[in-house]
């Protein structure tokens, strides 16, 4: 299998612009996450999904957040418009559904908001 | 509401020395997981060793051993004979059920510097 996969890696975008990250999570894997990571605030759940059903995004940060996942092979988080305070590394992350067993994690993206 | 702490910001260790990373997690579930994740300089994470809540033994990966004492809630993972390698940051993670789910939290991290 090739892991969680995310795109693009990297992001750089003005103020204001919507910005799209894509996540694929491992098949047959259940749940996926979206994470940030940022030095002051370290990792951040912000949503995750069960079955393609978002069961908690109490982590999304504010209205400007949004995720999807149209299909079990495919997830998007979207912030529109974006901030500079944005700026952080996004983790995608799937697992099987028990409490069990370990997040496998994608390579991240690294986005900047200028 | 569930919480993870790991104290220690930064640690050193002398190469092939042993080293524990502190943890402790508070829930009121009583089922749920506990997870070691490594992230070095290039930023992916890494699984290194799970624990269940249940588990009557502690968890062993390896060089990684978890130091699991469920009535203190804490977690610590043990690494033995450190490597230059093994310099990293290290995420203490919980997983438990959540409304509709699984839910899983991390820690602030700890740094491990191992010194040659």
């Known amino acids: 299998d090739a892991g969680v996969i995310q795109s693009p890696r990297h992001e750089v975008t003005e103020m204001g612009q919507e910005v799209t990250l894509r996540c694929k999570p491992i098949s047959g894997h259940d749940y996926l996450f979206w994470y940030r990571q940022t030095m002051m605030r370290g990792l951040e759940l912000l949503i995750y999904f069960n079955n393609n059903v978002p069961i908690d995004d109490s982590g999304m940060p504010e209205d400007r957040f949004s995720a999807k996942m149209p299909n079990a092979s495919f997830s998007t988080l979207k912030i529109q418009p974006s901030e500079p305070r944005d700026s952080a590394v996004y983790f995608c992350?799937?697992?099987?559904?028990?409490?069990?067993?370990?997040?496998?994690f994608g390579p991240g993206t690294r986005l900047t908001v200028t | 509401a569930q919480k993870i702490t790991q104290t220690q910001p930064g640690m050193f260790v002398q190469e092939k020395e042993a080293v524990t990373l502190d943890c402790t997690y508070d829930?009121?579930?009583?089922?749920?997981?506990l997870f070691w994740y490594k992230q070095p300089s290039s930023g992916e994470m890494i699984f290194l060793i799970y624990q269940g809540s249940y588990d009557q033994q502690n968890a062993t990966e390896g060089r990684y051993s978890l130091n699991f004492q469920k009535a203190r809630k804490s977690a610590n993972l043990v690494i033995s004979a450190s490597q230059l390698g093994d310099s990293a940051m290290y995420f203490c993670a919980m997983r438990e059920r959540n409304t509709g789910g699984f839910k899983t939290i991390f820690g602030a991290g700890t740094r491990l510097f191992v010194k040659a």
């Open positions: 992350a799937s697992s099987f559904p028990r409490e069990s067993y370990e997040q496998y």
């Open positions: 829930t009121s579930d009583p089922s749920y997981g």
